[in-house]
């Protein structure tokens, strides 16, 4: 690479190393796992004297920890927490290109471009301090986000606390303290069989879910317009799969829909449930069986801008104000285990996933830049 920048250098290196999630790439692939992500990572912190800790997750999948001590007492601690793991992408898309002021390569933007300013900045302060007085900085490298999160889940049951977790996403430079939750529904209505000449001799499932889809494409919707939240706007729904019956002979003895519910604030599975029971029953409808379709919860993420620790985070960057995004990330399970997270990192939430994936090299710099002053403002 032509550029002299560290954190251009390290972010080079890190989309260097494929680190798909193992969970959507192929298996036995050298293509996939974080673990030579935690490696270089671990290898540079080793060099600074910092403490390294790994933290088993999934098989042969490990959250990495670099901790560094304060000067004195530990009373407080801070997280500056991205996630290893990228989407699927060709080989090629692994080799880092330059050009007109883009980093191209897959994880640029989501998320090594807000490790390598995270790294980059926990680095020189690990390095030319000065180091806070009582706040330790804890440098966490997460697996799984794109998947199951099961690497945020683990810090939140097994710790440690932290005052506040900066998780690595493209923000843009913007503080979030705010995102959705969601939860996914499987709503099924059962009838009887019987052949389908004789129609009038069976209970048809499909018939009895036909209502229900109205009610939910039409009178829910209006519902959930009406509830916002100041950063969020409205909840929503969306009917994302639909299925039933057999075969044109035989009367249709179940029907199921899918729905992928995004919740603000407030909001979860069981409110959920009871709000459509309720109104299922004031319609007079057949009340469905419900189901949940995910293993884990993925509630709302909403942290007070006012800690003191988002505070700084905002002045580093020069802003007033918090924001909220539709994405789901590694801030609300985080938070979930008690520690309050916020989002922020440089590039465009648009990149992330894309087949050109790119991170903007002026924002990469201002995030370290901005990590850097936070740090520095550490008590
Ligand atoms: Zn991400």
């Given at each position: 690479m032509p550029s002299k920048s560290p954190v251009i250098r390290l972010l080079s290196d890190l989309v260097s190393i494929p680190s798909i999630n193992p969970s959507l790439g192929p298996s036995n692939?050298?293509?996939?796992?974080?673990e030579g992500v935690a490696t270089l990572l671990a290898d540079q912190a080793g060099k600074l004297g910092i403490e390294i800790q790994r933290q088993a997750v999934l098989p042969g999948r490990k959250n990495i920890l670099l901790r560094l001590k304060p000067k004195g007492k530990i009373k407080s601690r801070i997280m500056l927490a991205p996630h290893m793991d990228v989407v699927p992408a060709e080989e090629n898309a692994f080799k880092p290109k330059i050009k007109n002021g883009k980093l191209y390569g897959r994880g640029a933007c989501d998320t090594k471009g807000s490790m390598a300013a995270f790294f980059q900045a926990f680095c020189d302060l690990a390095k030319n301090g000065p180091l806070p007085l009582s706040t330790e900085v804890i440098f966490v490298g997460l697996v799984d986000e794109e998947f199951g999160q099961a690497g945020s889940r683990k810090l939140a049951k097994s710790g440690p606390q932290a005052d506040l977790a900066i998780a690595g996403e493209p923000t843009e430079l913007k503080v979030v303290t705010a995102h959705k939750g969601n939860s996914w529904l499987q709503l099924q209505t059962t009838g009887v069989a019987a052949h389908g000449a004789t129609p009038e001799n069976g209970k048809n499932a499909i018939e009895a879910m036909t209502p229900i889809l109205k009610t939910l494409f039409h009178d829910y919707p209006k519902i959930l317009g009406k509830r916002t939240h100041p950063l969020l706007g409205s909840p929503t729904l969306n009917i994302g799969k639909i299925s039933g019956g057999n075969q044109p002979n035989i009367v249709a003895d179940q029907c199921t829909i899918d729905l992928d519910r995004r919740t603000i604030p407030g909001e979860n599975e069981d409110s959920i449930k009871k709000e459509l029971m309720a109104l299922f029953r004031q319609q007079k409808l057949p009340i469905p069986h419900f189901s949940s379709t995910r293993s884990v919860p993925c509630l709302p993420l909403d942290t007070d801008p006012n800690l003191p620790f988002v505070q700084t985070l905002l002045r580093a960057s020069k802003k007033r104000k918090t924001h909220g995004v539709s994405y789901f990330t590694d801030a609300s399970p985080i938070a979930m285990g008690g520690t309050p997270a916020v989002v922020f990192g440089p590039?465009?939430?648009?990149?992330?996933?894309?087949?050109d994936e790119f991170i903007d090299i002026l924002q990469l710099e201002k995030a370290y830049k901005i990590i850097g002053v936070f740090l520095k403002n550490m008590p």
């Open positions: 692939s050298n293509l996939t796992g974080e590039g465009n939430i648009a990149q992330a996933h894309a087949r």
